[in-house]
Structure formats: structure tokens, C-alpha cells
Nanobody, 115 residues
Framework: QVQLVESGGGLVQAGGSLRLSCAAS????????MGWYRQAPGKQRELVAA???????SYADSVKGRLTISRDHAKNTVYLQIVSLKPEDTAVYYC?????????WGQGTQVTVSS
């Protein structure tokens, strides 16, 4: 059974930082591209960061410079570090694992940034 379990969300003040984690099980983690997405109320889900099996990273222009995605193959976990949080970062953050036709999502973790 495939599971992606996000954690690390919460309520933070603007200017603060968070590290989100996504622990994967039931997949060969090392072959999957991992992505972090977010969905704010009333908005479409958007990709904010991705990391390939080899460690190449990409970021949405809107968050570049404030987010860092990383992965630990030994722990089957992908991380998203967010710094200088802004109220507009408030959203549910999801992780996604993709390779070929295989596509899995986590249940999401809420991040709320107060001004």
C-alpha cells in the first residue's frame, strides 16, 4: 500500500519559517520525482517545487529564493523548507510522487501564516 504522509504544517507568523516533511512508503522512493504543491482557498493547486531522483531541483518563480526542496533516500522522505513566510503562503501543502504512469498524492498539511 502506497502512502505519502505530510507533516510539519501549522500556524506561523509572517517572516517565520517551516520545514515540511513527506514520508513515503510502499514505493521505490529513489526512482520517483517528488513534488510539493499547494492549494490556497479558492485557488487551483499549483506546483511550487520538485526534485528528481538524482537531486535536480526546480521551483515556481513566485517562491524562488524562499523555498528549498531536498530528499533523503535513506529515510524515504522529501522536505520543503520555507523561509520568510508571507500570508499569501497560506495553503494546504501536498506532496506528490511520480514516475512513468505511477502518480501518488499525500493528504496534505495545512500551513497558515498570520500577518
Amino acid at each position: 500500500q502506497v502512502q505519502l504522509v505530510e507533516s510539519g504544517g501549522g500556524l506561523v507568523q509572517a517572516g517565520g519559517s517551516l520545514r515540511l516533511s513527506c514520508a513515503a512508503s510502499g514505493i521505490i522512493f529513489s526512482i520517483y520525482t517528488m513534488g510539493w504543491y499547494r492549494q490556497a482557498p479558492g485557488k487551483q493547486r499549483e506546483l511550487v517545487a520538485a526534485i528528481t531522483p538524482g537531486g535536480s531541483t526546480s521551483y515556481a518563480d513566485s517562491v524562488k529564493g524562499r523555498l528549498t526542496i531536498s530528499r533523503d533516500h535513506a529515510k524515504n522522505t522529501v522536505y520543503l523548507q520555507i523561509v520568510s513566510l508571507k500570508p499569501e503562503d497560506t495553503a494546504v501543502y501536498y506532496c506528490r510522487a511520480t514516475v512513468a504512469r505511477y502518480d501518488y498524492w499525500g493528504q496534505g498539511t495545512q500551513v497558515t501564516v498570520s500577518s
